[in-house]
């Protein structure tokens, strides 16, 4: 634990974690939020409606979290209720699964503390498997140089950030209306878009944060989707902000829509959905030809599968374990 001052109630932080069956990984997530350099004001788990561990794992931790609890409703729903609760000038979200890097606070608060414009803050992410080593935890420079003040276009294009490396002001999340509880997979990505609309956004040059790779996963266990859930976020968001299709383009636009499709025909191939994965492949080279530049690479994914099919190597993917992203 840190032993910095407690921060002033002018710049307070709320942390909310949902936790859906989570009990192998809830500690790294709260360890991780106790290791910053700059403390948060208060931190809030909200177990998702559990059958495991996850809330024995919670309650170690005594009055240093808040424990929520509520029937399993999805990761927006438990975040919402976290969010109900929060009491902080500013709110970050982490999965039960994945851990922050040291700084993250202090390096993301700063940024919003001197521009007081800026509706987030957001930093970069490593990704992982197995535990987390404690290479993860600390904040190392990046140098890669993303978007920042007006990032509505570049959101289309790409999500840039993950939910675990924004730090975003409460008044805004209040006015935006928090997560979309009618979205299972997409619903952070909705909520980021229509932040980017209230105003400029921070750039944080640093790892902030690691997400942990697991097959569990919702964006990876979710049943058969005919359409990719960024592509039904993108389509909406641009029917509500219509000006927005002629500052991407439409060529542009395209790209990421096939993108979308070539994606989802991965983790079609990665549920064993072969017929599904060839008609997403298919879809995304309509829309972009100059998407076929993957085939190969998915040719070769699509063989592995086949064999691994045939031989019977695959085992298959258990849907219960995670709702989360």
Known sequence: MSTSPPPSAADTVSVI???????????????????QTRPAHEMIVVDDGSTDDTVTVARRYGDRILLLQQPNRGPAAARNLGLAHARG?????????????????ELQVRVLTEHPEYVLAYGHVRRFVGPAVPELLHATPCDRSWPQG???????????????????????????????EALRVGEDYDLWLR???????????YYVGAIRLRPDSATRSHPFRTTPPEVRVIRRHLGRVPELCQRVGQRALRRRLAKCYVDLSFHDLQRNLLAASLLHYGVAVTIAPTRARTAPRYVAALARCILECTVGLRRPTDDSDRQGE
């Open 89 to 105: 000038e500013y709110v970050a979200f982490l999965d039960a699964d994945d851990v922050w890097t040291d700084r993250n606070l």
């Open 150 to 180: 007006d990032v509505s276009a570049a959101l289309i294009h790409d999500t840039i950030w993950a939910t675990c490396a924004a730090v975003i002001r409460r008044s805004v999340l209040v006015r935006t209306g928090g997560f979309d």
């Open 195 to 205: 932040i980017a609309a209230q105003g400029p956004v921070g750039y944080v040059p």
């Open 17 to 35: 974690i949902p936790a859906y069956n989570a009990a192998p990984y809830l500690s790294d997530a709260i360890d991780s939020v106790l290791a």
